[in-house]
């Protein structure tokens, strides 16, 4: 099984809502990630959780928030989102970062789509 | 400064003819390439890795090359499909950053029946 599951699959959020994105995998991987990914572009690294700890921001907004409540789930907590903000969110995870044997493969959930009006 | 390059932004091809994908790289410290395939409004699947102590690794219709001395990789899919018609990213990782995927532009691919 290499599903990872996100919700929603689509959201619409005013600029002074509060919002959540939820991810879970139930693979016992303990590395999970946040992507941003605007159209015709390259996913881009957001957020990287080490066994449930914060290892890598990669200088987002504190208008995004992750947290990672368990080994198996990743929330990202919106805030006063801005309209360019809006992006496919993909969350993703991997086996155990820095443990051998490396394993490099990160495996994607299908995304929130998310416009922020 | 773009280490992981995909000249091509689209390829075209016919069901049952080679599909072949290119991708170049400039950082000398990546040792392990993957490449994911998209389909519009889902996240990438992963496809097809390989590690630097490696020339080729195949899986299926897919083969993947990598000729270190030139950095640069290739995705050969054999026969190609119309299902195949996607976006392809290859990505990038060192070991010493294994977290961090440096993902190139990504080629559109199209298999025409």
């Given at each position: 099984d290499t599903e990872v599951t996100q919700t929603p699959k689509?959201?619409?959020m005013g600029m002074t809502n509060k919002k959540s994105l939820k991810c879970e995998q139930h693979m016992g991987h303990r590395a999970m990630y946040w992507y941003k990914q605007k159209a015709k572009k390259p996913p881009e690294l957001m957020f990287v959780y080490s066994y449930e700890k914060l290892s890598i921001n990669e200088s987002v907004p504190s208008r995004f928030s992750p947290e990672c409540p368990n080994s198996s789930l990743l929330n990202l907590h919106l805030h006063a989102?801005?309209?360019e903000d809006s992006a496919l969110y993909l969350c993703a995870s991997s086996q155990a970062l820095g443990r051998e044997p490396y394993s490099y493969e990160q495996y994607f959930g299908p995304g929130t789509r998310l416009t922020v009006t | 400064d773009q280490q992981v390059k995909q000249n091509s932004p689209s390829l075209s091809v016919q069901e049952g003819r080679i599909s072949i994908l290119n991708c170049d790289y400039t950082n000398s410290m990546f040792d392990y390439f993957l490449w994911y395939k998209k389909y519009p409004a889902e996240g990438p699947t992963f496809l097809i890795s390989i590690s630097s102590i490696k020339d080729k690794n195949e899986d299926g219709r897919f083969t993947v090359f990598l000729n270190k001395s030139a950095k640069h990789l290739s995705l050969?899919?054999?026969?190609?499909?119309?299902g195949d018609s996607a976006v392809y990213f290859c990505a990038a990782s060192e070991e010493t950053s294994g977290s961090r995927l440096t993902f190139g532009e990504g080629t559109q691919l199209t298999v025409n029946p």
């Open positions: 689509h959201l619409v989102l801005q309209p | 050969h899919i054999v026969p190609s499909q119309p």
